[in-house]
């Protein structure tokens, strides 16, 4: 029997459409990748993700503490398997795809942290994002855990998935300091989890960031679609892609994108600026040989 036909477009459009809980944030980053390799196969990377958990049951007792059961998680699939962050290449889009992830086993932290929730949830446990300042986290806590409950907010232990360990509010602390180089001071808000919307926002958002890097504009013009497919009025988005249209010489779409901010913001700073920018992508297209 031949497996349905994968089409990541529609089917990350579909599952926008449900509530944030609903969200399969596995699936989602597969639609994510399925875009960037037409050749991409989901049932092989399910099946990565499917032994991983069968092993996390047996390994794993979560009648333990939390703090146990966040270890032993932790050294199954850092130590063991061997999912880990890639420091020497970090922005290298493979670095960013699931199912790369999954072959190569090296990642940054969003999609390392896939990983995690995947074989997290394999075991009846409750796995969520944590939306720290460059460089992304998990909370795990036990499955009961309604999403809604206040608390959720302080209980649960932390894990960096990108180095494979459980961290403390001090750990976090001196991460937040090494990273923005001791210019950011902490909050606790930092800490705070984040709902399955937000953590696809960030995903595309650091592959969108990479490929405008490297002056990829069709690859960059496709993120910029699922974003504003997440939040249609998101006025950066929509600036960033009237910029990558401009780029790749779709002049007449990069106006009508400018022209919609305008159309929904009349007001906004900058707002003659934009009216300027109107005008030059359609002096372009009235400038081209027919």
């Known amino acids: 029997m031949n497996s349905p036909i994968f089409e990541p477009k529609a089917e990350f459009t579909a599952i926008l459409e449900g509530n944030d809980e609903t969200i399969d944030l596995v699936h989602a980053a597969l639609c994510i990748a399925g875009e960037h390799n037409p050749k991409l196969d989901p049932e092989e990377s399910y099946r990565r993700l499917q032994k991983l958990g069968e092993r996390a049951l047996t390994q794993i007792d979560t009648a333990q503490s939390l703090g146990d059961i966040a270890n032993k998680l932790c050294h199954l699939l850092y130590r063991q398997v061997g999912f880990c962050g890639d420091s020497k290449d970090y922005y290298n889009p493979d670095n960013s795809y699931i199912d790369r992830v999954l072959e190569t086993r090296r990642g940054i932290p969003i999609s390392l942290a896939l990983v995690y929730i995947s074989v997290g949830e394999a075991l009846g446990l409750r796995v969520v994002g944590v939306g720290f300042p460059a460089h992304f986290l998990l909370k795990l806590s036990h499955g009961d855990s309604s999403?809604?409950?206040?608390?959720?907010?302080?209980?649960?232990?932390?894990?960096?998935?990108?180095?494979?360990?459980?961290?403390?509010?001090?750990?976090?602390k001196d991460l937040l300091a090494v990273s923005s180089d001791n210019t950011m001071p902490f909050k606790p808000e930092y800490l705070q989890t984040i709902g399955k919307r937000a953590i696809l926002r960030r995903m595309l958002g650091n592959l969108k960031g990479i490929y405008l890097s490297k002056k990829d504009y069709v690859e960059a013009l496709s993120l910029c679609d699922r974003l504003l497919l997440l939040d249609k009025d998101a006025i950066q988005d929509r600036i960033d892609r009237a910029g990558v249209?401009?780029?790749?010489?779709?002049?007449?779409?990069?106006?009508?994108?400018?022209?919609?901010?305008?159309?929904?913001?009349?007001?906004?700073?900058?707002?003659?600026?934009l009216k300027r920018k109107i005008g030059e992508l359609r002096a372009q297209v009235q400038g081209r040989p027919h």
């Open 147 to 172: 999403p809604t409950r206040q608390s959720d907010q302080t209980e649960g232990v932390l894990i960096d998935p990108f180095a494979g360990q459980v961290l403390s509010v001090n750990d976090c």
């Open 245 to 273: 249209l401009e780029k790749l010489e779709c002049y007449e779409p990069a106006a009508q994108d400018l022209e919609q901010i305008l159309k929904s913001q009349p007001s906004m700073p900058g707002s003659q600026a």
